[in-house]
């Protein structure tokens, strides 16, 4: 299996000996040793996944890198954060997915309507299996554990990832910019409840429906 390490903050190097890994296309800056490199159709694997990207615009250009040797990946001078998912299920926006082990399979799956405020559709990209990820935040990304007892509220913008057993909810609220009257109308928000990690960017993305 190949083995990812960061190599610095905004660099991830991945070590393979024969193995493979699924990248954003046009990641790769750099490698060591002998390396394929193959262009794959993102976002989904197999048929269901082709037909759930058309119907819904989540999508994501993505390489496949084989070989020997060493592969450096980055992307805009992003953040870049490491998961280790074993049998879970990561839910991550497609544009903030930066390397997948092979082994894990890519999906999307159904999030109502907190994808419609980002203007990416009602669905999210979902990684499931054993193995590693790599996800890229704007800035230093935080990870914020939900209980049963300590639901949390997200602002759609900052939003990246979420592993666990948690159920979303998108509801109106109050954020910042709105309460020093610098939002042009009712907010939105995401609330999580249940068990699990949401990963959360400290820059907000560019928003359809933040403000609303």
């Given at each position: 299996m190949a083995q990812f390490r960061l190599h610095g903050s905004k660099v991830l190097?991945?070590?393979?000996?024969?193995?493979a890994v699924k990248a954003k296309n046009g990641s790769m800056v750099a490698y060591e040793g002998e390396m394929a490199f193959k262009?794959?159709?993102?976002?989904?694997?197999g048929l269901r996944g082709m037909v759930t990207r058309r119907l819904t615009g989540e999508s994501m250009e993505v390489m496949?890198?084989?070989g020997h040797g060493t592969c450096y990946f980055a992307d805009r001078a992003s953040e870049i954060n490491l998961v280790t998912l074993r049998g879970e299920t990561l839910y991550v926006e497609a544009s903030n997915l930066l390397c997948t082990d092979s082994a894990l399979r890519t999906g999307t799956t159904f999030t109502g309507l907190r994808g419609a405020?980002?203007?990416?559709?009602?669905?999210?990209?979902t990684v499931e299996g054993s193995g590693q990820a790599a996800i890229l935040s704007d800035g230093s990304a935080i990870i914020l554990r939900v209980t049963p007892q300590t639901p949390?509220?997200?602002?759609?913008?900052?939003?990246?990832?979420?592993?666990?057993?948690?159920?979303?909810?998108?509801?109106s609220g109050v954020n910042f910019r709105t309460?020093?009257?610098?939002?042009?109308?009712?907010?939105?928000?995401?609330?999580?409840?249940?068990?699990?990690l949401v990963y959360v960017q400290p820059s907000e993305r560019n928003t359809v429906g933040g403000d609303i």
């Amino acid at each position: 299996m190949a083995q990812f390490r960061l190599h610095g903050s905004k660099v991830l190097a991945v070590d393979m000996t024969g193995d493979a890994v699924k990248a954003k296309n046009g990641s790769m800056v750099a490698y060591e040793g002998e390396m394929a490199f193959k262009k794959m159709t993102g976002g989904g694997d197999g048929l269901r996944g082709m037909v759930t990207r058309r119907l819904t615009g989540e999508s994501m250009e993505v390489m496949e890198v084989k070989g020997h040797g060493t592969c450096y990946f980055a992307d805009r001078a992003s953040e870049i954060n490491l998961v280790t998912l074993r049998g879970e299920t990561l839910y991550v926006e497609a544009s903030n997915l930066l390397c997948t082990d092979s082994a894990l399979r890519t999906g999307t799956t159904f999030t109502g309507l907190r994808g419609a405020s980002q203007g990416n559709g009602l669905f999210t990209t979902t990684v499931e299996g054993s193995g590693q990820a790599a996800i890229l935040s704007d800035g230093s990304a935080i990870i914020l554990r939900v209980t049963p007892q300590t639901p949390l509220q997200v602002d759609p913008g900052a939003y990246i990832a979420h592993t666990g057993r948690l159920k979303q909810h998108f509801q109106s609220g109050v954020n910042f910019r709105t309460f020093m009257g610098e939002g042009s109308g009712e907010a939105f928000q995401i609330r999580f409840e249940g068990e699990g990690l949401v990963y959360v960017q400290p820059s907000e993305r560019n928003t359809v429906g933040g403000d609303i």
